[in-house]
């Protein structure tokens, strides 16, 4: 029954200073964690693990990174102690198959996957394992992992992905609350617009994203965008498709979250 699916979530995540930070993405995070069913692990996919390949997060203990510079010392010193889950790690390589999925102990939770998870789950008390994103493949390869990976939600496994669909970091407008650019929010609203779409995966307009007005300024590159079709993959049927909150800050930041199931 579709009832018994456990959420999949992609969020902006923005800034690493919303870990310090409370704002309107912040607090809907944190409503999120509070008002969800509470998994028995998650999945995290982040834009920050960019590989060749697939890999997940095979240890008992993954270290905390901090992979980011320039920010406060208070940044640096905090630290995301979840567990990790080596059988879910192996799980998550037999669903995915016959795609090899590495069984990394090197890495660990990088800013894009505890930075929210913190928010949402400040106890840390909620195994977690990260699957990276592989930048050799096209977007349909991410989507279909996806698809994959919507078997493990009816075990009560959430998949919280994470990155910004409209990411121009060139372009940011750091002083003051600056308007979005017109392409950023062209883009923004054309991935609004499609959440919804049923179909096939090859026609998916969100899969076929560089097709659309601004994508390019909004994705020079594309590893911000690829985690929200983990998310749109692990759709089952005609579940409901929300935003839980959206916005475009610094002119070409795209904060928008968006929510599979109930």
């Known amino acids: 029954m579709k009832s018994s699916l456990m959420p999949a979530l992609f969020l902006g995540h923005g800034s690493p200073m919303n870990v310090l930070e409370e704002n309107t993405y912040t607090e809907t995070w944190r409503r999120l964690g509070k008002a969800l069913p509470r998994p028995k692990a998650i999945i995290a996919v982040s834009a920050h693990w960019y590989t ?23 940044l640096f010193d905090t630290h995301y102690r979840a567990p ?13 198959a016959p795609v090899t999925v590495v069984q ?5 939770f ?23 994103v592989d930048g050799t493949q096209p977007p349909l390869f991410h989507y279909q992992l996806g698809q994959k990976l919507a078997a493990l939600r009816e075990q009560g496994i959430m998949i919280v992905a994470s990155g910004n669909v409209v990411h121009n970091l060139r372009l940011v407008r750091w002083q003051g609350e600056a308007d979005p650019y017109p392409w950023a929010t062209a883009f923004n609203d054309t991935v609004k617009a499609n959440l919804d779409w049923q179909g096939p995966a090859e026609q998916h ?12 300024e909004s994705n020079p590159t594309a ?13 089952v049927g005609d579940e409901p498709v ?3 909150v959206d916005g475009i800050v610094m002119g070409s930041l795209s904060m928008l979250s968006v929510q599979v199931g109930a």
């Open 52 to 74: 060749r390949g697939t890999a997940v997060t095979a240890m008992a203990q993954p270290r905390t990174i901090h992979d980011f510079g320039n920010f406060p010392q208070a």
């Open 84 to 96: 990790g889950s080596p059988e879910l790690a192996a799980q998550i390589a037999d669903v995915l």
């Open 104 to 108: 990394d102990q090197e890495w660990g």
């Open 110 to 132: 990088d800013h894009g996957a505890w930075g929210v998870l913190i928010k949402m789950y400040p106890d840390a008390d909620i195994p977690v394992v990260q699957l990276s």
């Open 205 to 216: 307009p969100l899969v076929n994203f560089m097709q659309h007005e601004g994508a390019a």
């Open 223 to 235: 590893e911000h965008y690829l985690p929200l079709l983990y998310v749109l993959g692990a759709r």
């Open 242 to 244: 929300t935003v839980p």
